[in-house]
């Protein structure tokens, strides 16, 4: 009896092992600190990531949900951890305060949304820009630390952050987008640099804002 032999064209037969072997790597999770995380390596560093599942809007990468204080690793999978990739830590609203390792460079937008409990951050000196929404509804954050290094702060960077009294923009952020202090209604004191060339939004936060960069301005 002859036998069928079946072979994947070469081109093919890489392709798929790249995807088995991505799909592997995008699932990866690993016990640390307190807390199971999902994460995806790229190249020779980690992400914290969790891919959403059909159907589902977001899907949180840290099980179980945090309460208290967190420590995010500084390395997964044997790799550094160089980004905190978005949702996150989606309405984790028991999250009181987080400790980011000095090798995160970037925080993807929504990261922190919705964490009414957190009070305080500091963000990392290597983190260049404040993405959309990043820290959005996080009603009890009171301070916040935002590095030299950053030259932007996106859309809803802090909507909703109604706890917030005061803000210190470093020198070199260039540009504020709009609802980036969206319904903070506690902001009372901002300090903007000379960096700062574009403001947008006209919220009660924003006026704030907008209102001591065109003092800067004043003859």
């Not at 949180?60 to 830590?89: C, D, E, H, M, N």
């Not at 009181?96 to 990261?111: E, L, R």
């Not at 540009?175 to 004191?189: E, P, Q, T, V």
Request: aromatic content about 10%; hydrophobic content about 35%.
């Amino acid at each position: 009896m002859s036998m069928f032999h079946f072979r994947l064209p070469p081109i093919l037969f890489l392709f798929v092992v790249f995807v088995l072997g991505a799909g592997s790597v995008m699932g990866a999770t690993e016990y640390a600190n307190g807390y199971t995380w999902t994460y995806r390596i790229n190249g020779d560093t980690a992400e914290i990531y969790k891919e959403s599942s059909y159907g589902s809007a977001y899907a949180i990468a840290i099980s179980p949900k945090p309460t208290g204080a967190v420590t995010i690793p500084a390395t997964l999978g044997g790799k550094p951890v160089t980004s905190i990739g978005r949702l996150a830590f989606n309405d984790c609203s028991g999250l009181t305060s987080v400790t980011i390792p000095d090798s995160v460079k970037s925080i993807g937008w929504c990261a922190f949304y919705g964490c009414s409990g957190l009070t305080s951050v500091t963000i990392p000196d290597g983190v260049t820009s404040i993405e959309y929404e990043t820290f959005s509804d996080c009603s009890g954050l009171t301070s916040v630390t935002i590095p030299d290094g950053v030259t932007s702060i996106g859309e809803g960077a802090f909507e909703g952050c109604s706890g917030l009294t005061s803000v210190t923009i470093p020198d070199g952020v260039t540009s504020i987008a709009r609802h980036a202090f969206y319904n903070c209604s506690g902001l009372a004191s901002v300090t903007i640099p000379e960096s700062v060339t574009s403001i947008g939004g006209q919220t009660p936060g924003e006026r704030l804002v907008r209102k001591e960069f065109r003092a800067r301005w004043a003859p």
